[in-house]
């Protein structure tokens, strides 16, 4: 169950990024079995309803406040405790949901490596958007900012331990989608971990 008391994702004993991260008010996250073992990176799109964007219905629903009313598809999300790590919208614009040392709900039946519950030993990261529309290029480079952040945070990922959801459910599962462009993802990530550290940011 989550805990009831911490209701944003603020965690003060975890170092802050250097780009900025707003957190957003989200119950829907419990204790990793194991807080050591962060080494999956997974990256969705979602939007509500689907491929319409810039409305604040995903950060209503990953903080358990979406009107199912609102709209008529929201009816199938009636009781449905869903969440990410971080969306990141269609501006560029990043709000974390859960902690990253806790359990985001958001792989669903899934496997890697042989490994069920991905949800466990991963962070989930969405996007704004829909398999076939395209990313805007904000979503990619603070994509790929928090990516390499997080690599350097967590000595257990590394970039052939990021992948798509779609990856890891393959069958139940197409996100992020053809019109994610991995080639330029991957790009822009290099391109992060070839620049000189910024200052105050480790090596
Ligand atoms: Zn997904």
Not at 29 to 58: G, K, M
Not at 103 to 112: E, I, N, P
Not at 118 to 143: K, M, R, W
């Amino acid at each position: 169950m989550p805990s009831a008391a911490l209701t944003e994702a603020t965690d003060l004993s975890a170092p802050s990024p250097p780009f900025e991260i707003t957190p957003r008010p989200c119950t829907h996250y419990d204790d990793r079995p194991d807080p050591a073992d962060i080494s999956l990176l997974v990256i969705h799109n979602i939007s509500l309803p689907p491929a319409t964007f810039n409305t604040p219905y995903i950060d209503e629903f990953f903080g358990g406040r979406l009107d199912c009313n609102a709209h008529p598809y929201f009816a199938r999300l009636a009781g449905v405790r869903v969440s990410a790590h971080c969306v990141i919208y269609r501006d560029g614009r990043i709000w974390q949901y859960v902690p990253f040392a806790k359990r985001a709900w958001h792989a669903g039946l899934s496997l890697f490596n042989g490994r069920d519950k991905c949800n466990d030993f991963s962070i989930g990261i969405e996007l704004e958007g829909a398999d076939d529309v395209p990313f805007t290029e904000a979503q990619y480079q603070a994509l790929s900012r928090l990516c390499h952040w997080l690599l350097k945070q967590y000595p257990t990922l590394a970039p052939e331990r990021i992948l798509g959801h779609s990856d890891i459910a393959p069958g139940r599962k197409t996100d992020p989608g053809p019109a994610f462009n991995w080639n330029f993802f991957w790009q822009l990530l290099a391109e992060q971990q070839s620049a000189p550290p910024a200052a105050g940011e480790p090596a």
